[in-house]
């Protein structure tokens, strides 16, 4: 089975803070995502990545950065965190041509 | 523009009863959908998809309905279990450009009562 690992499960930033969260998967895919998941308003795409050192904005992507220097890891990056940046963060991966996703567990950032 | 609409946010249901999860969508070039279970604290979890050249695909408990002419698509699970209680994403693509992105639905949240 494909695994995508985030690596943390709950983090608590001060504003101001730079972020990083990091997500790693194990199937070599060429695609990957990162969304934020918040009540009411679903999963937001922020940026995503077609190939090493490749990135595309999603539908958010203010006040966000991503790096993708190697295939299986894609980072997000939070320049300075704000309290509107509390939110549940997910990875996601899928290969070329696949038609679903697979997702990580996510990471539960406050930011205070 | 909101091209993938779950305009339930919530539906409760009986244990054992049918649980019906709608989706609408706007974009006549999607032909892939996905239905996505996620927990509370997790990640989702891909539950099952439906190609455009089908008009229903089952899984078990779990069957899609797809609607082609009105842009529909719905989720049964027969029986529902409190297990079944989770957040349901609707989820589309289209072949072409890039095929692996996927436009979600807002979520519908679903409680199986005992």
């Known amino acids: 089975d494909v695994k995508v690992t985030q690596s943390s499960r709950y983090l608590v930033k001060r504003t101001g803070e730079k972020v990083f969260l990091e997500c790693v998967q194990d199937?070599?895919?060429?695609?990957m995502f990162w969304y934020r998941q918040d009540p009411g308003l679903g999963l937001r795409l922020i940026y995503f990545?077609?190939?090493?050192?490749?990135?595309e904005k999603g539908d958010i992507p203010e006040g966000y950065s991503v790096s993708r220097e190697k295939k299986e890891r894609f980072s997000l990056i939070l320049e300075s965190a704000s309290t509107n940046q509390t939110s549940m963060y997910l990875c996601a991966s899928t290969s070329q041509g696949a038609r679903g996703y697979t997702f990580g567990s996510g990471t539960r950032l406050t930011v205070v | 523009d909101q091209q993938v609409k779950q305009n339930s946010p919530s539906l409760s249901v009986q244990e054992g009863r049918i649980s019906i999860l709608n989706c609408d969508y706007t974009?006549?070039?999607?032909?892939?959908f996905l239905w996505y279970k996620k927990y509370p604290a997790e990640g989702p979890t891909f539950l099952i998809s439906?190609?455009?050249?089908?008009d229903k695909n089952e899984d078990g408990r779990f069957t899609v309905f797809l609607n082609k002419s009105a842009k529909h698509l719905s989720l049964h699970i027969v029986p529902s279990q409190p297990g079944d209680s989770a957040v349901y994403f609707c989820?589309?693509?289209?072949?072409?450009?890039?095929?692996?992105?996927?436009?979600f639905g807002k979520g519908t949240l679903l409680t199986v009562n005992p």
């Open positions: 439906i190609s455009s050249i089908k």
């Open positions: 990545s077609y190939d090493v050192k490749m990135k």
């Open positions: 199937m070599d895919h060429e695609n």
């Open positions: 989820a589309a693509s289209y072949s072409g450009g890039s095929n692996y992105k996927l436009t």
């Open positions: 974009n006549s070039m999607f032909d892939y």
